[in-house]
């Protein structure tokens, strides 16, 4: 999954420098975040744009690697101290079995809410060495979890990069417009009085 992300980021970048295609530089930068200011030759913004998504989409991938490492090690810690079967198990069961020394603790605390729906069956077992076993793996899931939501407010940051990139390069290209603009006075004489011409 990784791999392609990076090889569609890279594609992206040899594709804006490669050939400068017809559009506008608003849909430019949303797309790809200083692309619109490079076709508007301000490099300076562009490279500021580029850069910052370079480097959250570094983070992204490298937060969510890690996360992802994170989960396989608590899931195999549990397996080794609580003889948990980790396939096939929701996040639910980590959090459960974090929070209960063993399946037996879980079911006779949640028959007596009458949360039936929550018993776990034998395919589900588990029962932790200690107390300190138990805490330990709470401790790694828990910074797993965090690791996945950091993850997700990158990809929100990414998500803004592109919305500030658009904003600025529709901002530009504002600018350019009225640049283009010149008012040139003229006088005729028929008219008593000077009349101002708007070139566009």
């Known amino acids: 999954m990784y791999k392609k992300i990076l090889i569609i980021i890279t594609s992206l970048f040899l594709f804006i420098n490669a050939q400068d295609y017809e559009l506008n530089p608003f849909i430019k930068s949303a797309l790809v975040p200083g692309w619109g200011e490079r076709a508007m030759k301000n490099n300076a913004r562009a490279r500021l744009f580029s850069n910052i998504e370079i480097s959250l989409w570094t983070i992204c991938v490298g937060t969510y690697t890690y996360a992802y490492h994170s989960k396989k090690e608590y899931e195999s810690y549990a397996a080794k101290y609580a003889g948990a079967n980790v396939k096939g198990k929701n996040h639910k069961y980590w959090v459960d079995i974090g929070n209960y020394i063993d399946i037996e603790e879980h079911n006779a605390e949640h028959l007596r809410w009458r949360n039936f729906d929550e ?82």
């Open 119 to 200: 018993i776990y069956t034998e395919q589900s077992q588990w029962e932790w060495e200690s107390l300190d076993r138990m805490e330990n793996f709470e401790n790694r899931r828990i910074k797993s979890d965090i690791l996945f939501k950091s993850g997700g407010y990158v990809i929100g940051a990414i998500v803004l990069n592109h919305i500030l990139s658009s904003i600025d390069a529709l901002y530009l290209l504002r600018i350019n417009k009225i640049e283009q603009i010149s008012f040139k006075p003229m006088t005729s004489p028929n008219m008593n009085g000077v009349e101002l011409n708007i070139v566009f």
